[in-house]
């Protein structure tokens, strides 16, 4: 896949109508492990270009073989950024790694090893913050308030069944946490269970429609340091399995919070050929716990 692209701004036109101007998308590989992997994710910086329609940008992950795409916008430099995220099937509310290609994408754009950023993202405004060393930068925030509650047995049985998760794997404790958008934490015994997993996709996006959930996040029994590993699957927004998932480990770190995990080191994309790494921590908080996520990204090219 190629670092960059330009994109004709086509506004669902085809190929030979497009028109002539372009777009520069940056691909940034948020949620690396030990420098390899990640999650490749296009940046477009559209402040002070013309307005791209949804379409078009629900289009550009798919031109540049990315999952997601974030869009930034920055009225004045004395403003919030404003980001919006979408996938193949249209925006989101909210998109954690994408956050973090933003963040990294921001502070590639000026010295300094360590930055902070006003961000705006779905009418909320919050502080996003960077670390660079080298080329690599560490990037954390707090995605919000997260929501969660037990998930009932009429949720778990066919999310489960879609998911193929083998006789006598399957935990307690599953819930539905919501960052914008509902999805399903499922708990299995062990990391072997996870990564064996053979989802039926089309039977799980269709649990997933018909329970109005964003998709399913699969993850092992944390060890006592906190070590996980998971696999998030979405093909109800066009991602059949997301490489990291920064969002869902927020949740996640939310929900164990109450069994005395404070911190959590998440493994994700090994299935897929794409270590990802993401930690969260979670503290309590006067309208419940207070969750900090953070990851490693490399602006890959331009």
Do not use: K
């Amino acid at each position: 896949m190629a670092p960059s692209n330009n994109l004709s701004r086509s506004g669902g036109r085809g190929d030979d109508e497009a028109a002539s101007d372009s777009l520069l998308i940056t691909i940034v590989r948020a949620c690396l492990r030990d420098g390899r992997g990640g999650s490749p994710t296009a940046v477009v910086d559209e402040s002070g270009s013309p307005t791209m329609t949804d379409a078009d940008r629900s289009r550009v992950p798919g031109r540049v073989g990315a999952s997601h795409a974030v869009f930034l916008r920055r009225a004045s430099a004395d403003e919030p950024v404003g980001l919006r995220f979408f996938a193949a099937e249209g925006e989101l509310p909210a998109c954690g790694h994408a956050t973090v290609a933003a963040v990294a994408f921001l502070a590639a754009q000026r010295p300094g090893a360590e930055q902070e950023f006003g961000l705006r993202v779905s009418g909320r405004t919050f502080v996003g913050r960077a670390v660079r060393a080298g080329d690599l930068i560490h990037a954390a925030f707090d995605p919000g308030p997260v929501v969660v509650r037990d998930a009932t047995w009429a949720e778990i049985g066919p999310v489960v069944d879609a998911l193929g998760v083998a006789p006598g794997h399957l935990l307690a404790g599953a819930c539905v946490a919501s960052l914008g958008r509902a999805r399903i934490l499922v708990p299995v015994s062990t990391p072997d269970a996870v990564t064996g997993l053979g989802p039926r996709l089309d039977r799980l996006r269709a649990v997933c429609d018909r329970l109005g959930l964003l998709g399913c996040y699969v993850y092992s029994a944390p060890t006592r340091s906190g070590r996980v590993v998971a696999r998030m699957f979405a093909p109800s927004i066009g991602v059949p399995e997301d490489i990291a998932n920064v969002n869902s480990t927020a949740c996640l770190a939310a929900r164990l919070s109450t069994s005395g995990f404070g911190r959590l080191s998440v493994d994700m994309g090994d299935v897929v050929g794409e270590p990802a790494t993401i930690t969260a921590s979670a503290r309590p908080g006067p309208t419940g716990p207070r969750v900090l996520v953070g990851a490693a990204a490399v602006v890959a090219g331009r």
